[in-house]
Nanobody
Framework: QVQLVESGGGLVQAGGSLRLSCAAS????????MGWYRQAPGKPRELVAT???????NFADSVKGRFTISRDNAKNTVNLQMNSLKPEDTGVYYC???????????????WGQGTQVTVSS
């Protein structure tokens, strides 16, 4: 199987910054898309940002101009740099990857366990 491990979450004051990292490992042939989703208390999970193998990115409107996403295709890692954090950014952040494994002919989504981000006002 494929495992995604996140790191970098924590508690930060409004206006501060955090950098999240995610590393994928396992029976990986290729990863088409990597990205981040988040879930605030009492709310559904939502897209934060994604990046394709070719470098194309997509951001939620609420984080545009504040967050950046990058990936290292060779290392199967993705990072999320979060600046000017707001209390509404609080939630559990999940790493996501669309992976083509060594044992299947089609890609599927894999998820990390999640890392808590708390922004205090």
């Amino acid at each position: 199987q494929v495992q995604l491990v996140e790191s970098g979450g924590g508690l930060v004051q409004a206006g501060g910054s955090l950098r999240l990292s995610c590393a994928a490992s396992g029976s990986i042939r290729s990863i088409n898309v990597m990205g981040w989703y988040r879930q605030a208390p009492g709310k559904p999970r939502e897209l934060v940002a994604t990046v394709t193998t070719g470098g194309g990115t997509n951001f939620a409107d609420s984080v545009k101009g504040r967050f950046t996403i990058s990936r290292d295709n060779a290392k199967n890692t993705v990072n999320l740099q979060m600046n000017s954090l707001k209390p509404e950014d609080t939630g559990v952040y999940y790493c996501n990857a669309e992976v083509l494994t060594l044992y299947r002919s089609f890609p599927r989504d894999y998820w990390g366990q999640g890392t808590q981000v708390t922004v205090s006002s």
